[in-house]
């Protein structure tokens, strides 16, 4: 269904989506960072470690709130995913 994403991993609310392999996810033209900068622009506060997006939202975040970053975070996916050759 999300062809970026390599594997999914997470403890407690804290989560790491891994969208590459090697040595281009280290680069800043790598997928995470630029997934990272349209996630940004939509207003989320991530970050790229590892060729991963790391998400982590504070421990009194609503569920309204969880759905929200979810759904802007789908976006940042989907505009970056557009511009690649995947």
Not at 29 to 43: F, K, M, T, Y
Not at 57 to 79: K, M, N, T
Request: charged fraction near 25%.
């Amino acid at each position: 269904m999300y062809p970026l994403v390599i594997s999914v991993r997470q403890a407690g609310l804290l989560g790491g989506i891994k969208v590459e392999r090697g040595v281009m996810g280290m680069r800043a033209d790598g997928l995470a960072p630029r997934i990272v900068a349209a996630a940004q622009e939509a207003g989320l506060i991530v970050r790229a470690s590892a060729r991963c997006v790391v998400v982590a939202p504070p421990l009194i975040i609503r569920d309204d709130e969880i759905e929200d970053l979810f759904d802007r975070l789908e976006q940042a996916f989907a505009s970056v995913g557009a511009d690649t050759s995947v």
